[in-house]
């Protein structure tokens, strides 16, 4: 992962932990409307891919146990991971693409509200995106993928050689040359692996995006209430589908990109269409980006209007990240694909302990509470959630108190303790094991191996009954923490 070059090292405190009496009296501690909802606490759980499915998209018993441990900890909300809309193979990734998905998910939904003792509510997060390849051997490369254009003859100089000859002569040139023969696309299929964007509009599959993604996020959706979610998120944010028709750098020229009127249409429309599918008194809101952190990526400008505009249309909640793209993605080894958070945006994503001068806790507050202004200026409440190096009670209950966000959320202090918030809400705050952000779990993430957290995940791995890592060597599911009494 890319790391600001300044390095200065930064550790995560507990700040003051408050007695069980403060807990109760706190904001975090106090209950808030989501829509028709209501959170027991203002703590949210946001959506986190720990490689837990398999091929076929299910939900399996070791999706089960990780989200029943996060249960557990009884926080006000739990977002499952990215789950897909479209029924095609993606990998060990959470489906909800099929009415097939509905009953495995069914029994996810059941797992939370019982292993919270009915205290946490059960979000998913649905997503699209776009195909991207693996990066290829420059020699098969251009033996079998690479398309032999007329402009690439000329580049060449060779319009009259036949295609072996003009693919021998790319696999054995310096490859110092490969830029300067290749276009941008090309050289990018070859370093990096090719991948499909949004302006893409001379693919019919990528010019219909419009008139497909409405239905699907709506099918979606609607498998999602039929499994018994409290509510669907759509994932309009980092390096996928409808954040990049959100992005500055959409310029499609069909309505559907250009101006920012223009690039929110889509998010709009899908959002309409999933409100018609659920009706009006079930949950749906967005996760968004509040800056996108690339050269020529939209602005917190262009984020604050965003959601005041999902919160007109009637979104129940509007939950910010930044960040994590793949247009700064670090060049990936050959035979795996771009990982959209090794550059900077990455890094705003997902900051870690070496960081620059403004620290890796707390990146996104100023923004979301700039979003959140905007849509109370407007004369709305919805909710914003806000997540980015939260890891303890002073910090969450601050933004509460200044009104920088509603709901606070913590993705990796989580994974380092589920029990964070049930600890600190009994006055047993200093039990609380800190995430360290180390990016441990997000290395792992980055290689599709089951995420784990290295504060625990090599302890008591004799437990009886334990589900292990694919390797045996680690745990899958924190331990468990039993309240006093
Ligand atoms: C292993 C891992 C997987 C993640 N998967 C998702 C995801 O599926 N959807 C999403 O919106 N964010 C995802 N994120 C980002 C987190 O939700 C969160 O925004 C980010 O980690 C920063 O918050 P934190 O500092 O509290 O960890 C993931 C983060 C991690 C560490
Ligand atoms: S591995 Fe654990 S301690 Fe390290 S960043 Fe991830 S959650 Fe935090």
């Not at 939900?59 to 029924?87: C, H, K, M, N, S």
């Not at 001379?202 to 209430?225: D, K």
């Not at 200044?402 to 918030?421: E, H, K, M, N």
Request: charged letters at 25%; aromatic letters at 8%.
């Amino acid at each position: 992962m890319w790391k600001p070059p300044q390095r200065i090292k930064f550790h995560s405190q507990l700040g003051h932990p408050p007695s069980a009496e403060q807990a109760q009296a706190s904001r975090l501690f106090s209950p808030v409307s989501v829509g028709p909802l209501t959170l027991s606490q203002r703590t949210w759980v946001p959506a986190m891919v720990p490689w837990r499915s398999n091929d076929e998209g299910w939900v399996t018993e070791d999706v089960l146990q990780w989200y029943g441990r996060f249960a557990r900890g009884r926080p006000g909300a739990i977002v499952i991971e990215a789950t897909g809309i479209r029924d095609v193979p993606s990998g060990p990734l959470l489906r909800i693409g099929h009415d097939r998905y509905v009953e495995g998910l069914q029994r996810l939904v059941q797992t939370i509200h019982r292993e919270s003792q009915g205290h946490t509510r059960a979000l998913i997060q649905i997503i699209d995106f776009l195909n991207i390849r693996r990066r290829p051997e420059p020699a098969k490369f251009f033996e079998r993928f690479l398309r032999i254009t007329p402009r690439l003859r000329e580049a060449l100089g060779a319009q009259d050689w036949s295609e072996e000859a003009v693919r021998a002569h790319l696999s054995q040139m310096d490859p110092g040359q490969w830029p300067t023969v290749l276009d941008a696309r090309e050289w990018e299929a070859l370093h990096m692996g090719a991948r499909e964007r949004v302006t893409d509009t001379q693919w019919p599959h990528i010019q219909e995006l419009p008139q497909v993604l409405p239905a699907l996020f709506a099918a979606a959706a609607g498998r999602a209430q039929q499994a018994g979610f409290d509510g669907v998120e759509l994932h309009y944010a980092h390096a996928y589908t409808m954040a990049s028709f959100l992005s500055a750098t959409n310029v499609r020229t069909d309505g559907y990109g250009g101006g920012r009127a223009q690039r929110i249409r889509l998010p709009l429309e899908v959002y309409g269409a999933v409100r018609q599918t659920v009706g009006p008194s079930y949950v749906v809101g967005c996760r968004y980006l509040a800056e996108e952190c690339i050269d020529g990526g939209h602005t917190l400008d262009d984020a604050v209007w965003f959601g005041e505009q999902f919160a007109r249309a009637g979104m129940d909640f509007v939950s910010t990240s930044r960040g994590g793209k793949f247009d700064d993605a670090k060049q990936p080894g050959v035979g795996s694909s771009a990982y959209p958070y090794t550059g900077r945006s990455g890094y705003e994503c997902m900051p870690q302990y070496l960081s620059d001068e403004q620290g890796p806790f707390g990146r996104n507050i100023a923004a979301t509470a700039r979003i959140r202004s905007a849509i109370r200026a407007a004369g709305l409440d919805t909710p914003v959630v806000c997540t980015g190096g939260v890891h303890n009670f002073d910090m969450a209950e601050a933004m509460l108190e200044r009104g920088d966000c509603d709901i606070v959320g913590t993705a990796r202090q989580s994974l380092a303790d589920p029990d964070w918030a049930l600890k600190t809400s009994l006055g047993l705050g200093h039990q609380v094991r800190l995430c360290e952000y180390t990016n441990y779990c997000e290395g792992l993430d980055q290689k599709h191996k089951q995420v784990t957290c290295q504060l625990w995940d090599r302890q008591d791995l004799d437990e009886p009954g334990l589900r292990k890592s694919i390797d045996g060597k680690r745990r899958l599911v924190a331990p468990d923490w039993n309240p006093p009494g």
